[in-house]
Nanobody
Framework: QVQLVESGGGLVQPGGSLTLSCTASGRFISISTMGWYRQAPGKQRELVAELTSSGSTNYVDSVKGRFTISRDNAKNTAYLQMNSLKPEDTAVYYC??????????????WGKGTQVTVSS
């Protein structure tokens, strides 16, 4: 089966930086879009950033200029570099990827999430 595992979350002071990683494993033909979502307490899950296999990116307005999404296709890993963090960035961050699976076709998977807390 396919699995996504996130890492890199933690506690950071306002203005600080963190880098999240998401590594895919399992049996798949390819990965198309990889993205990061977040969910703060009492709020809906929102898209933070996504990166297609062709290199196109999309960011939510609140993180533009501060966050950068990238991927290493050889390692099946996506990254989210987060700079100038603000308390409102506090949330559980989830990795999402669209896989191309044998016999099944395209299917979305989610990681279990990693907590990011921005506080002094």
């Amino acid at each position: 089966q396919v699995q996504l595992v996130e890492s890199g979350g933690g506690l950071v002071q306002p203005g600080g930086s963190l880098t999240l990683s998401c590594t895919a494993s399992g049996r798949f033909i390819s990965i198309s879009t990889m993205g990061w979502y977040r969910q703060a307490p009492g709020k809906q899950r929102e898209l933070v950033a996504e990166l297609t296999s062709s290199g196109s990116t999309n960011y939510v307005d609140s993180v533009k200029g501060r966050f950068t999404i990238s991927r290493d296709n050889a390692k099946n890993t996506a990254y989210l570099q987060m700079n100038s963090l603000k308390p409102e960035d506090t949330a559980v961050y989830y990795c999402n990827a669209e896989f191309v699976l044998l016999w099944i076709g395209r299917q979305d998977y989610w990681g279990k999430g990693t907590q990011v807390t921005v506080s002094s």
